[in-house]
C-alpha cells in the first residue's frame, strides 16, 4: 500500500492480493474455516483519495471504468472501515473518499478488503488518531479475513481465518499474469460448498521456493484447495483453467475463492507474451488480462 499527501488531503493505493498457496484446514464453530495461505500483493490497484470534510458525514464516491454497480453506502468496505474507525475512537470528523475500482469484483483478489486497510491506514493519518499498526489490525480483522494482510505488509504466510500474519521476505520479484473470466465467484459460496480435507497439504515447501525465489520451484507447488470447488460451481473457471495450463509458464492457478486465474512466468517478458497470446485467442471467454508483479 502507498500512501502520499496531497494539497488538502491523501491518496492511498491499494493493491490485490493472490494467494500462491491456500490449504482449508478445518471448520471452526463461528462458521468460518481455518487457513494456511500464502498471499502476495501485486501490481492492480485501486485509488482512494481522502479530504477532510466539515459536514461531520462520510461521504464515498466511485469512479470506475466499467460502470461498476457497487454501493457506496454501508455495503462498501471503506465507508464500514470509515464508519467502524471513527466510533471506536469517538472522533467526530468526517471525511469524503473517492474510490477509483480497478480490482474486479468478486474476483479472489481481495480489492474490498485491500479497500478496506487503505481507509484503515488513510483516515488514521487525515484525522491524526495515532492509532498503531497492530490496534488497525484488529479493526481491520473485524472488517473482513484478508484485511490485516494489507496492513502487514506485501508477502506474507496467514493463519487463523487468514488474519494472522507473518510477514515473509521472498527472494525475488515475481511476475504474473492475471486471467478474470466474465463471471465472478461469492466466496461464501465456494466455502460452503467445500469439503474441508482429511489430510492437508503442506505448504513448507511453497513457502521455501518463495523464499529462495526459485520460480520454476514455486510453480511446481501453486496449490489452492478451494480450486475444484469453485471449478464445479463455474465451469468458466475450469475451462479457462485448461486453457491456461497449455501456455507454458511455471505454473498456474486460481485465486483465493476465484474467479481469476493466474500465470506465474519466468519474467516480466515472458508474463506480456503470455497475456498478448491470451488475449487473442482466449477473448470470448476472458474479461480482463492484466500483466502484474509482486509488490515487495
Ligand atoms: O472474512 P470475509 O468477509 O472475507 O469472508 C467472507 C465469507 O467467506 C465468510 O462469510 C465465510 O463464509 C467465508 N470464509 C470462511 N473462512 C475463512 C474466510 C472466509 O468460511 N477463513
Redo the contacts with the bound molecule.
Keep these: 500500500m502507498f500512501c502520499d499527501r496531497t494539497p488538502d488531503g491523501l491518496i492511498v493505493r491499494t493493491p490485490a492480493k493472490l494467494n500462491l498457496f491456500l490449504e482449508v484446514l478445518g471448520k471452526r464453530p463461528d462458521?468460518?474455516?481455518?487457513?494456511a495461505t500464502l498471499m502476495v500483493a501485486v501490481s492492480l490497484f485501486d485509488t482512494l483519495e481522502f479530504k477532510e470534510d466539515a459536514s461531520q458525514d462520510i461521504t464515498l464516491t466511485l469512479a470506475s471504468p466499467d460502470n461498476l454497480r457497487l454501493s457506496v453506502g454501508p455495503d462498501n468496505l471503506v465507508w464500514r472501515a470509515a464508519d467502524l474507525l471513527r466510533r471506536r475512537t469517538n472522533h467526530c470528523g468526517g471525511a469524503t473518499i473517492r474510490l477509483h475500482k480497478r480490482i474486479p469484483l468478486a474476483a479472489g483478489l481481495a480489492g474490498g478488503?485491500s479497500d478496506a486497510a487503505g481507509t484503515l491506514v488513510g483516515l488514521n493519518r487525515l484525522w491524526r488518531l495515532g492509532l498503531a499498526d497492530a490496534e488497525l489490525a484488529e479493526l481491520g480483522a473485524e472488517l473482513?479475513?484478508?484485511v490485516a494482510f494489507f496492513l502487514h505488509g506485501n508477502a506474507a504466510w496467514c493463519t487463523g481465518?487468514?488474519e494472522i500474519v507473518t510477514p515473509l521476505r521472498p527472494g525475488r520479484e515475481l511476475w504474473f499474469v492475471l486471467v478474470c473470466p466474465p463471471v465472478g465467484l461469492s466466496?461464501?459460496a465456494v466455502?460452503?460448498a467445500l469439503e474441508p480435507p482429511a489430510l492437508p497439504h503442506d505448504g513448507t515447501p511453497l513457502r521455501e521456493a518463495v523464499e529462495r525465489g526459485d520460480v520454476n520451484a514455486i510453480g511446481q507447488r501453486l496449490f489452492n484447495r478451494l480450486q475444484p470447488v469453485a471449478e464445479r460451481l463455474c465451469p468458466e473457471v475450469a475451462e479457462l483453467s485448461r486453457d491456461l495450463s497449455q501456455v507454458g509458464a511455471a505454473g498456474c492457478l486460481m485465486s483465493g475463492?476465484g474467479s481469476t486465474l493466474f500465470l506465474l512466468c519466468r519474467n516480466n517478458a515472458e508474463a506480456h507474451e503470455a497475456a498478448e497470446v491470451l488475449t487473442r485467442t482466449a477473448r470470448e471467454k476472458v474479461s480482463r488480462v492484466h500483466v502484474v508483479r509482486s509488490c515487495f
Excluded: E, V, W
Design positions: 462458521g468460518y474455516h481455518d487457513l478488503s473482513g479475513s484478508d481465518r487468514g466466496t461464501a466455502f460452503k475463492s
